[in-house]
């Protein structure tokens, strides 16, 4: 081949290979260009530097394979047949050779490259646990990152094996027609096709045996690998090895290994002494003996463990408690008792301020509602969620709610979404809301401090760069630093505008314009006049999106939470280290995985997009295995600022994991664990009208033992088909104790009210059942919000939220009422500091005797004549003139019974008997004419 030919022969390789993958090239730069902007070029090329080392020496070796395996059965092939017309030179034939090996090269590399780079790293950079399984006394780092590779490769290995035999088939049809056999003389008597039939079964079986060898040499391979099973067998009383695993089927794995190998050699010796009968015991044999170890595990489960399953599996038992503990870092939980009294006074009260400012009276349901209608200022602008968390509010420790208003693309009006708004013009969302989750305005909304654009501020925290560029809702690529203004928020019948100061993003400079323009199909990147060289695309700007994408192979948890730090606003999100290797371990995640940890924060400034990850949990060997890949990828805890420390919280996302888990594996004793004795289960609340297990809910108050207030995640539990409760367990946010578990277990010798036993003793008492019925009437929703249950002192105080939602109507749920509940005692008013002064203002609440707590509440007391005094008139309420219902509507009549009612109450509990009776005058008036409607 000449020179040219040679040149223009490498143009069209080079050619053909940028089209097929024009798109992937695009990518890779473009990523590359992303990955580099973040400071996290290393973290991406990582991924391509091994899988090239990892699949370029694979592409040679299985290439050299591929071609000297096509050439020796080629010659194999000649040999046998013998006779042959030669249509094609062997020479012609060599370098066709070249082209299937090629491509059976390249298949085989990049599938490998592709599937195995991830394991290759974790089992390099692989730091052990410290911990042994109890059954082999490997460290269980071979089982996350050792183990898996070899079960892996042995599969991918029986794969090429099949894919040989298909190969074979193909390669001697291609043969046959290449040299196709010519009929040969032979002694009389022989016919010559069958001389010809038995050469091509010659060659074809010879090629059969020797794959047929190397398939049960792996098979022996991967009967070792499978021993490891057992550790995560289901089969007996608890999830991993059982008595039957360990005395039947671990014996059989290693029976199994031998017979593989033994199966094997069978094989090649019948084929070299051509006895068939030899070949054929081969599978058979190892055929017989999976058989009849199945029947000896079956048996032995019958009728050895099933009738004395405890005496038999008490040991693995153990195991399995201890191991699952250990898997979802249950293995520390602190526990200690927690000896209910109902001696809760006023004086206790003023004891505990921050508790009882703290207590949640507004639900982030009906919040963010309130936010999207009342905040939201236009229509494109939406609060997501609503996150909770805590600040210092001047001097004050203060549990608080805060959203971002983002800018939703999808609510601009049709007309308005072209390329330049979409991308160039409305570029971010603006500023957030921050409420107290415990005051509520007059018209039962949440109280903001923080509040309007732009944001104004009622306390001692600023907001000074609202501009939110990356969040939740930013599913768009933008272009900044453009001819054309970005709109920064709506200022009357203006709009203020406003140019990006930050670094994010790329330069559109040079060839980047048309990557940009090819990467996003519009070639108006392209082609725009308002785009210069300085112009910076910003894209990946959902914060979901951009740490996934920068670091995979850990866990999100969905909910980004909001946070103001120095004026500007960062997000911070939870990531998990997740495993489906550990001994004994139940799985209760998706997926069959059964270890976790929350090992990252991760923290992205929601104006320039900076990225940080940051290790929460240090000991986890994943974590630090992680580490050693991507050195410079994480830093430690201490380098993220004192100020966004100080906001890292338990996440709920494994605290709800571990709730469910604990439901069980509290339980120390083998007996008692397998026979389900103490089974818990998570109390149970209603809500919006249903029952649903309680959500575990974010609260400050003071743990008994402490002295100062927390930020704590709790879910309460109740015994199994009881709704008393029994414990309750809480995690700890704040400083030294983040990350502590402790579980408070209730007196078991009387009965603690659980959520549910509280909402039926709502139910059942009159006067609020009464109002329930009444605000419920015309179509109007009452929604009730969640039990929160309040550790105060040694006492339990119990709060719920009333919410009513007038019919026909799109404004949001208001808080009406709040009902609390303490001992006996459970009264509904305003106000939480109404409810309190109820309980606690008027004298000691009714204390139950502590070994004999009622079921219900007591019935009211009765009112001596003599202790009704009289009021001078300047003390006693204003009377309220009689209403006209003649043009009144359905709604307005409600609102006039609910006065009626809301005053009835007030002068019942002031022994104001004429107005009390004049306020039911009313409230009968009201329902007359609400049923005449």
């Known amino acids: 081949m000449t020179k040219g030919k040679k040149v223009i022969s490498i143009l069209i390789a080079a050619f053909i290979i940028g089209t097929l993958f024009f798109n992937e090239i695009i990518l890779f730069i473009t990523d590359l260009q992303w990955f580099q902007d973040l400071g996290y070029e290393r973290v991406f090329l990582k991924k391509i530097q091994t899988q090239l080392m990892l699949g370029v020496p694979i592409f040679f070796l299985s290439g050299f394979f591929y071609y000297y395996y096509f050439r020796f059965m080629k010659n194999r092939y000649e040999k046998k047949i013998a006779s042959f017309h ?165 014996p059989l794995y290693r029976i199994q290994m031998v017979v593989s190998v033994a199966a094997a050699l069978l094989l090649w010796l019948g084929y070299q002494k051509k006895k068939k009968k030899l070949m054929i015991a081969a599978p058979i044999l190892l055929l017989v003996v999976s058989i009849l170890g199945q029947i000896l595990s079956i048996g032995v489960e019958r009728f050895m463990v099933e009738p004395n399953v405890l005496a038999r599996e008490t040991p693995y038992i153990e195991r399995n408690i201890a191991f699952t503990r250990k898997a979802y870092n249950l293995d520390d939980v602190y526990e200690m008792e927690f000896d209910v009294d109902y001696r809760l006074t006023r004086e206790d009260l003023e004891k505990n301020p921050q508790t009882i400012n703290n207590i949640r009276i507004n639900d982030y349901r009906p919040a963010l509602e309130s936010y999207n209608q009342l905040q939201a200022i236009r229509p494109y602008y939406q609060f997501k969620d609503v996150d909770i968390d805590r600040y210092t509010i001047n001097d004050e420790y203060r549990q608080v709610f805060l959203s971002a208003r983002e800018l939703n693309m999808d609510r601009i009006s049709d007309s308005a979404k072209t390329w330049l708004n979409m991308h160039l013009k409305y570029t971010h969302g603006y500023g957030a809301v921050l409420s107290p989750v415990n005051q509520v305005t007059t018209q039962g909304q949440p109280e903001l401090f923080i509040r309007n654009i732009p944001p104004v501020s009622m306390i001692d925290k600023e907001i000074t760069r609202p501009e939110i560029y990356f969040g939740e809702l930013t599913n768009h690529y933008i272009i900044v630093n453009t001819d054309e203004m970005e709109f920064d928020y709506p200022m009357g019948e203006d ?107 991760v923290v992205v400034d929601a104006y320039h997009g900076t990225t940080d990850f940051y290790i929460a949990e240090p000991e986890d060997p994943v974590i630090q295995t992680y580490s050693n890949i991507f050195p410079g990828l994480f830093q430690p805890l201490e380098a993220m600022p004192e100020g966004l420390q100080q906001h890292i919280r338990y996440p709920q996302e494994i605290f709800d994991i571990q709730t469910v888990v604990y439901e069980r594996y509290h339980m120390s004793n083998p007996s008692v664990f397998y026979l389900d004795e103490d089974l818990w289960n998570i109390a149970q609340e209603r809500y919006s009208g249903q029952f649903q297990p309680v959500e575990s809910q974010y609260m400050i108050y003071s743990l008994p033992e402490e002295e100062k207030e927390e930020f704590l995640l709790s879910v309460p539990y109740t015994p199994n088909r009881l709704n008393n409760m029994v414990a309750k367990l809480v995690a700890r946010s704040d400083g030294e104790h983040y990350g502590e578990l402790v579980l408070y277990r209730m007196p078991k010798d009387r009965n603690i009210y659980g959520p549910r036993q509280i909402e039926a003793r709502i139910d059942q008492n009159e006067r609020i059942s009464q109002s329930l019925t009444l605000w419920g009437e015309g179509g109007s929703e009452v929604i009730r919000g969640n039990l929160l249950v309040i550790p105060v002192e040694n006492s339990l105080l119990y709060v719920e939220p009333l919410y009513i939602r007038a019919a026909n109507s799109e404004s949001p749920p208001e808080v009406k009422q709040v009902i609390a509940a303490f001992g006996d005692d459970i009264v509904m008013e305003n106000t939480l500091e109404e409810a309190l002064e109820s309980l606690f203002g008027a004298g000691p609440p009714s204390i139950p005797e502590e070994d004999d707590v009622p079921e219900e509440a007591l019935p009211e007391e009765v009112i001596e004549e003599d202790d009704i005094s009289e009021e001078s008139p300047a003390e006693r309420p204003e009377e309220t003139p009689s209403y006209d219902f003649t043009d009144a509507t359905v709604q307005e009549i409600i609102q006039e019974a609910n006065r009626a009612f809301d005053e009835a109450q007030r002068a019942s509990q002031q022994g104001d008997w004429a107005a009390y009776g004049e306020a039911l005058n009313r409230l009968e008036e009201a329902l007359r004419r609400l049923e005449s409607q």
């Open 495 to 601: 709009n203020a505008e406003t140019r990006f100061e930050g670094e994010a993003g790329i330069e559109l400079k040079g060839i980047n314009r048309a990557l940009y323009a090819l990467r996003e199909r519009n070639f108006r990147i392209f082609l725009s006049g308002s785009i210069s060289g300085e112009s910076r695309i910003i894209f990946d700007r959902n914060v979901m999106d951009r740490v996934t994408k920068i670091a995979p192979f850990l866990h999100y948890d969905e909910d980004p939470y909001l946070i103001i730090h120095e004026g500007s606003l960062y997000w911070m999100m939870d990531a998990f280290t997740l495993g489906d290797k550990y001994p004994y371990a139940t799985p209760y995640m998706e997926g069959n995985k059964n270890y976790i940890r929350n090992s990252v924060k």
């Open 86 to 250: 030669q249509t094609v030179s062997n020479k012609t034939i060599n370098r066709w050779l070249l082209l299937p090996a090629s491509l059976m090269a390249f298949i085989t590399a990049t599938s490998i490259a592709g599937q195995y780079w991830w394991q290759l790293l974790t089992f390099r950079h692989q730091v052990p646990f410290a911990i042994n399984d109890p059954v082999f006394g490997n460290d269980l780092a071979w089982y996350f990152f050792t183990w898996p590779l070899l079960r892996e490769g042995l599969g991918t290995f029986i794969t090429l094996l099949f894919l040989l035999v298909l190969i074979t088939a193909i390669f001697f049809g291609a043969m046959v027609f290449l040299r196709r056999p010519t009929l040969v003389e032979v002694s009389e008597g022989e016919n010559p096709r069958t001389q010809m039939l038995n050469r091509f079964l010659s060659f074809g079986a010879g090629n059969l045996v020797v794959l047929g060898v190397l398939f049960f040499l792996t098979t022996g391979a991967r009967f070792f690998v499978s021993l490891y099973d057992i550790l995560y067998s289901p089969q007996g009383a608890v999830y991993g090895a059982s008595f039957t695993d360990i005395k039947v089927n671990l």
